[in-house]
């Protein structure tokens, strides 16, 4: 059973920064795409950033250039570094997994694991 567990969120002043953390478990990490999603009050859950198993990328236009993901294989966890925050990147972070394909999954819907969020808050 996989488990995805998120760490790292908090209150920051715009213009800070923030590293999430997605400690995973239960499966073979080098067989999972995995990816780090948010969702803000009102709003649908987006994609943000997600990282394939050859190590490719791909992140939501409103992140490039501020956000980097990455994936330590040896402590199995997953990271979301987080420069140049803005208010509207205010939402709850979630770290998600899917067994690989050959197309990369980056919509909500085509990942089957979640963790259970971790509360991102930035002010201006």
């Known amino acids: 059973q996989a488990q995805l567990v998120e760490s790292g969120g908090g209150s920051v002043q715009a213009g800070g920064s923030l590293r999430l953390s997605c400690s995973a478990s239960?499966?073979?990490?080098?067989?999972?795409?995995m990816g780090w999603f948010r969702q803000a009050p009102g709003k649908e859950r987006e994609g943000v950033a997600i990282?394939?198993?050859?190590?490719?990328?791909t992140y939501a236009d409103s992140v490039k250039g501020r956000f980097t993901i990455s994936l330590d294989n040896a402590k199995n966890t997953l990271y979301l570094q987080m420069n140049s925050l803005k208010p509207e990147d205010t939402a709850m972070y979630y770290c998600?997994?899917?067994?690989?394909?050959?197309?990369?999954?980056?919509?909500?819907?085509?990942?089957?694991?979640w963790g259970q969020g971790t509360q991102v808050t930035v002010s201006s």
């Open positions: 998600a997994a899917e067994e690989a394909r050959a197309t990369m999954p980056t919509m909500p819907d085509q990942f089957g694991y």
């Open positions: 239960g499966y073979s990490h080098s067989n999972y795409c």
């Open positions: 990282i394939d198993t050859d190590g490719s990328t």
